[in-house]
């Protein structure tokens, strides 16, 4: 389906379930931008606690869809935050918000 995450894991992930991984696709496009924001919010903040949480909810959601490279980059955040610092964040955060909205794009939309 598409370089960006693999379908089959993604399945095989989702109980080989097509309708449900529909679903669940439909869920994360209408709420990515929710995710962006959360962690946009959360870098503007400073607030490495939040920058964390949400990175890891990020995280959690591109590996879902086995989107490896974003998975990465949400993971290298939240360590990084994890460590108690936001040095870097700003490119870091710029590429997983690149990575969810490159993966929306890719995502069924509709139960069509």
């Known amino acids: 389906m598409s370089d960006l995450y693999n379908y089959a894991e993604a399945l095989e992930r989702l109980g080989g379930d097509e309708a449900l991984f529909v679903d669940v696709a439909m869920l994360f496009v ?21 920058v964390r949480r949400e990175a ?33 964040a700003d490119r870091l955060t710029a590429d997983v918000v690149d990575s969810v909205r490159r993966l929306v794009a890719v995502l069924p939309k509709d139960a069509a």
């Open 56 to 88: 890891h909810t990020v995280k959690s959601m591109l590996a879902t869809f086995s989107c490896e490279s974003g998975r990465e980059l949400a993971q290298r955040l939240e360590h990084l935050a994890a460590a108690g610092s936001l040095e870097g």
């Open 30 to 50: 209408a709420e990515s931008e929710g995710y962006c924001s959360a962690l946009e919010g959360a870098l503007a903040s400073g607030d490495v606690a939040a």
